[in-house]
Every structure is written in C-alpha cells, then in structure tokens.
C-alpha cells in the first residue's frame, strides 16, 4: 500500500513565498532579469536570494537561478544591471568566506539564450 500525503512534487510552485527585490528588461525590451529572494520548505525550511534572466515571454521560476547549483544557496549584496541588451553583469558577494562553500556554491551561469553573463565577485569584509 502507497500513501501520498500533500508531498506533491510541485508544492514549491504555489507554497514558496518570493520577494522581487529589484527587476530591469534589457535595453531592447527582449529579457527581464530579477534579483529575489524566497522561502519555504515547510519544517525543514529554506531561504535564498538569487538572480533569474528569462525572456520576457517566460514566466518567472524561482528555481531557475544564475548562481550555485542548489536552491538553499545564499548570496548577499545581489545586483544585476544591463551593459546592453545582449551583456549582463551580476555582482554579488560570497554569503561565507569557507572554501568548501564557495567550491559548492562556485556553480555560474555563463550564458542564457543570446545574453552573455559577467560576474563581479565583491569582496567580503
């Protein structure tokens, strides 16, 4: 026997509370970029910031992100600004100075669709 108890794979979708932090389109109009955070999970919880680039077709995702590899991923100070409609350039600084950390969360985006991604990594303090 097989009880399925509200653990759908996709509660994140309607259970996730997101925050927009800042969000631009690209000088051509073609592409958004949002700089969030968002929390949920339950008991277990987790909280996040990222940046998310779609076209601006697409529906926001907030588990389609730029940096690291895992949604439980933080990173602090985030801005995301245009060069021009086809360069974007992310700054943001490491939320641990532990190499093990910025080895695991090391994970970039280096392009999406035809915008080419540029990382600014602000030192801590």
């Known amino acids: 026997m097989t009880l399925f108890v509200g653990c759908g794979n996709d509660d994140w979708k309607i259970t996730d ?18 700089v969030f955070s968002c929390s949920g999970g339950g008991a277990a919880g987790y ?23 895992h949604l439980w991923n933080c990173f602090t100070d985030l801005s995301a600004d245009w060069k021009d409609s086809e360069t ?14 910025k080895a695991h969360n090391g994970q970039r985006v280096a392009k999406k669709g035809k915008v080419e991604i540029n990382y600014v990594i602000k030192e801590n303090d």
């Open 17 to 34: 509370e997101v925050q927009i932090l800042s969000e631009s389109k690209s000088p051509d109009g073609k592409c958004i970029v949002t």
């Open 88 to 101: 974007l350039v992310v700054t943001y600084r490491w939320a641990s100075d532990d190499p093990d950390y």
């Open 47 to 69: 909280t996040y910031t990222n940046v998310n680039l779609r076209e601006v077709s697409e529906t926001f995702d907030q588990r389609d992100f730029l940096l690291g590899k």
